[in-house]
Nanobody
């Protein structure tokens, strides 16, 4: 079993900043890709940003230049620094990890989600 625990969500005024964290633990052999997704009410879950174990990053167009994803591979932890937040960023943010479990079975784990609310 692999668990992802997110933290750092909350309520912020437009233009403000938040930093999300996600730590993976459990039966992990390796993690190759970690990412953040979000789901706003009435909308589908969408990719926000992702990072490989080599540090390559990928961002959704709406967040480019405002959000920065980073990771600490030794701690199996991924971060999302969000600045210049907009009301449109309001959503539940989910952490995702893809890799191999200790019994070398592919793992694709999700966190429970953390709410980000941006007030106009």
């Amino acid at each position: 079993q692999v668990q992802l625990v997110e933290s750092g969500g909350g309520l912020v005024q437009a233009g403000g900043s938040l930093r999300l964290s996600c730590a993976a633990s459990g039966s992990i052999f390796s993690i190759n890709l970690m990412g953040w997704y979000r789901q706003a009410p009435g909308k589908q879950r969408e990719l926000v940003a992702r990072i490989t174990d080599y540090g390559n990053t990928d961002y959704a167009d709406p967040v480019k230049g405002r959000f920065t994803i980073s990771s600490d591979n030794a701690k199996n932890t991924v971060y999302l620094q969000m600045i210049s937040l907009e009301p449109e960023d309001t959503a539940v943010y989910y952490c995702n990890a893809i890799g191999l479990s200790r019994n070398l079975v592919r793992l694709n784990a999700w966190g429970q989600g953390t709410q980000v609310t941006v007030l106009s």
